[in-house]
């Protein structure tokens, strides 16, 4: 990625300009011009010549939309000049009202992001909220030095700012706290806020910029470069940033690292505008000039393919196999691009285009024009702009728009939301410990629209692509770092989220197979199986493969997962492959297919340990006996062994079932399995082996059979551990109940023999069903 620059000038210094759309441009220089640019047309026009008082400083545009709504209100600015004021100024050029907001200049003036409210910070060390229509709201700070830059945070409940050296941020609520920081070793110039990241953007006088979270926690500090950093600014999308400083412009990862340094002959450069679309920016210039700068040389990898955006309008695809290329034209300039399963998207600022082969598009019209995020699965795609979200299928067919209370699709990045083949997940930005999900094929919110509710607020999401819609998985990673698995679908039951691992910074699922990889620590994890968490969660870690993070810079960024091959981006911007093992999404196939002789001869030919693992975890989610006992055999687990022998030798299906319930360690599915069959006395049996004794005791009173067993155990029990009874229920029955070893056993024997007749006979009865079918087709 890189920037392509052209040069237009002013007469005077340009202190600040503005995008009114993605193809226009208005600035203001000291020559008291306000010019604008129509980068279509390549014109200039003069829209005002301000009084000759009036030295501008910063320009701001009244937001146009407000999460999915499109603004009504006229057209205006806020500038920001030296005398102390600020003017709301129309697109024509008049200025509609002037304001005395600082005593000495008026450094900087921001709207929040929908327009109710004005910030301006002044030389005179104070900052001011003001409504709309110019009015003083509250003075939010006063302090000894100038503040030169201010920015609202992402939900405009707070505001950062610069004071000196150090950082401030502070919320509009009186009694919360104050985050303030040394951020620089010279005085702090520029700052800017991401709504979609969340991430602090910061440039000084020791000609450093560094990134840091909301919290004030430094993420990223450059090197210290030859001239102090004047100007810096978010790209939309929170993807990149851009930073100026004399004769200088470059761009850079919102990771911190660098894409792109241009040389240009600007002088310094004092302030630096992105178009709404992130595609291009602006850059005010000391000389006088106004730099241009157009992102180019984007880049999309696909197994063998590599997608280069050589021009504004123009693709190249290289086939690496056979090195054939192909170039893709376009009407109008590229905004986003996603390249997986077999499938280009490429939206415009008009259209959306989808390549299955580099021939024939398929084209449709889009409505807003600003996509801020495309999302892949196998059967359709994800399309987030400013107004909603639209799953459409590879046909160009919209499938589902899916809707929430609050929603504002602007600020959604691909951390916070997932596709898959049925299910749209997305992190709920306004309570973050809450997932919402949609079924994909109707828009519709699952499980009655009862979101997914983690304890802790959740930082990133994915959903697994293969299998059926009701085993689908959702991975969450949160605050602390931690990995959690859950269901998607949970069928009125409370969700398991189970802990799968710790430290984990990114992660992804494989395209073609339910394998996770991510980053933990500082090595490459992957968990083969990580289902097995549900069916025998000491499994889990037999699963996993390991690689040494010594070939990985500081903390690596998962970009995809591909069929065996993991691509991360490192600290540096480097991009690294590491290869994973095909068997295990072998075995997956033969899993998912039922092929378990296949599975069998595939880990005996692999000789892997967690090959074997793994086998035992999909043949027991399957109830596929046999199979987990020699998985289990080969990785040395006896007593599972043991116990999976203990279940083929149940007498009926229904205490089979409980049992693998109970391997699985769902004791209160197993019991009630057990209870909806009948089978009164295994219930309580099995609430005698976990020595559930008042459990065991309830059950026995209700369907008044068995309390004698009960009681019988409970003693032999107590007998062992040389102890007394002290609880009162077992001492108030232990009077009345007689406790006779052989009448219990013959009671044992008797329930367990009907228990085998009833089984028989229903094998019997669903023969002669099967024969009598048979016969009917004949």
Request: with cysteine.
């Amino acid at each position: 990625m890189r920037l392509k620059t052209s040069l237009r000038s002013h007469k005077e210094l340009v202190s600040c300009v503005g995008w009114t759309t993605a193809d226009e441009l208005y600035s203001c220089s000291e020559d008291h011009q306000i010019l604008r640019w129509n980068l279509l047309t390549s014109e200039t026009n003069l829209v005002v010549k301000l009084p000759d008082d009036i030295y501008p400083i910063d320009l701001h545009w009244f937001p146009k939309t407000v999460g999915c709504k499109k603004q009504n209100q006229t057209e205006i600015f806020v500038l920001t000049s030296t005398d102390g004021k600020f003017h709301l100024v129309s697109k024509t050029g008049r200025i509609e009202k002037s304001v005395e907001a600082h005593k000495g200049a008026v450094l900087a003036g921001r709207w929040n992001y929908d327009g109710t409210a004005l910030i301006t910070a002044g030389e005179d060390g104070q900052i001011k909220i003001w409504s709309k229509s110019g009015m003083l709201r509250s003075t939010l700070a006063s302090q000894g030095s100038p503040v030169y830059s201010v920015a609202w945070g992402p939900d405009s409940d707070r505001i950062l700012y610069t004071s000196g050296r150090q950082l401030v941020v502070k919320p509009l609520q009186p009694s919360a706290k104050v985050i303030q920081w040394k951020a620089h070793d010279g005085v702090v110039l520029k700052v800017d806020w991401n709504s979609v990241n969340d991430l602090i953007l910061s440039g000084g006088e020791d000609c450093k910029y560094k990134v840091w979270d909301s919290f004030g926690r430094l993420l990223y500090s450059s090197s210290s470069h030859d001239y102090p950093v004047t100007s810096l600014s978010w790209a939309p999308d929170g993807e990149v940033f851009s930073v100026g400083s004399f004769n200088t412009l470059r761009l850079c990862d919102k990771t911190g690292w660098s894409y792109a340094l241009e040389k240009p002959n600007t002088g310094s450069v004092f302030s630096v505008a992105w178009s709404a679309d992130g595609t291009q920016l602006a850059g005010a210039c000391g000389n006088g000039h106004v730099i241009f700068a157009h992102v180019v040389e984007q880049h999309w990898e696909w197994r063998n393919f590599v997608i280069t955006l050589t021009k504004r309008r123009t693709m190249q695809v290289r086939n690496v196999m056979n090195d054939a290329v192909d170039v893709l034209e376009f009407r109008d300039r590229v905004i986003k691009a996603s390249l997986a399963y077999g499938h280009l998207v490429v939206a415009t600022s008009l259209q959306c285009y989808v390549y299955k082969n580099w021939n024939t598009p398929l084209i449709f019209d889009l409505k807003e024009g600003t996509v801020s995020l495309i999302l892949q699965a196998e059967k359709h795609f994800l399309l987030v702009d400013g107004a909603g979200l639209y799953t459409f299928s590879y046909e160009g067919r919209l499938i589902s728009s899916p809707k929430f209370p609050g929603m504002r699709a602007d600020i959604l990045n691909a951390q916070g939301v997932s596709l898959s083949n049925d299910t749209i997940a997305i992190r709920d930005k306004s309570d973050e410990k809450v997932i919402l999900l949609f079924d994909a094929l109707t828009g519709k919110a699952l499980a009655d629209g009862k979101p997914l509710t983690h304890k802790v607020e959740v930082v990133e999401v994915a959903l697994d692509q293969c299998g059926p819609s009701n085993e689908r998985k959702i991975a969450l990673i949160d605050k602390n770092r931690d990995l959690y698995l859950t269901s998607v679908r949970h069928l009125g039951r409370e969700p398991k989220i189970c802990k799968i691992g710790s430290m984990v910074h990114s992660m992804a699922w494989n395209d073609a197979a339910n394998i996770l990889c991510g980053v933990q620590d500082n090595q490459l994890t992957v968990w083969y199986y990580p289902s097995a968490v549900f069916t025998d969660k000491d499994l889990l870690p037999k699963t996993l493969y390991m690689k040494d993070g010594s070939e990985f810079s500081r903390t690596p960024n998962i970009l995809s997962y591909v069929g065996t091959k993991v691509t991360l981006r490192q600290g540096d911007g480097s991009l690294v492959y590491s290869s994973v093992p095909p068997y295990p999404a072998l075995l997956h196939e033969y899993s998912t297919s039922a092929r378990w002789e296949d599975a069998l001869r595939l880990c005996r030919f692999a000789k892997d340990q967690s090959l074997w693992a793994c086998l035992a975890g999909m043949a027991m989610a399957n109830r596929e006996l046999t199979t987990a006992e020699m998985a289990y055999a080969s990785i040395g687990e006896l007593p599972r062994v043991q116990y999976i022998n203990f279940i083929k030798q149940q007498p009926s299906k229904e205490s089979s079932l409980a049992h693998m319930l109970m391997f699985s360690g769902q004791v209160q599915e197993a019991e009630a399995t057990l209870l909806q069959a009948g089978l009164i006395y295994q219930a309580i049996q099995v609430n005698i082996d976990l020595f559930n004794w008042e459990r065991a005791l309830e059950l026995a009173v209700k369907h008044k059979t068995h309390v004698d067993t009960v009681l019988a155990y409970r003693q032999k029990f107590l007998q062992k551990f040389g102890r007394k009874e002290t609880n009162k229920r077992f001492l108030q029955y232990a009077d009345g109940v007689e406790v006779d070893w052989e009448k219990i056993q013959a009671k044992i024997e008797m329930e367990l023999s009907k228990e085998r007749e009833k089984a028989a006979n229903a094998s019997v009865r669903s023969s002669m069903f099967n024969i009598s079918t048979v016969c009917a087709s004949l």
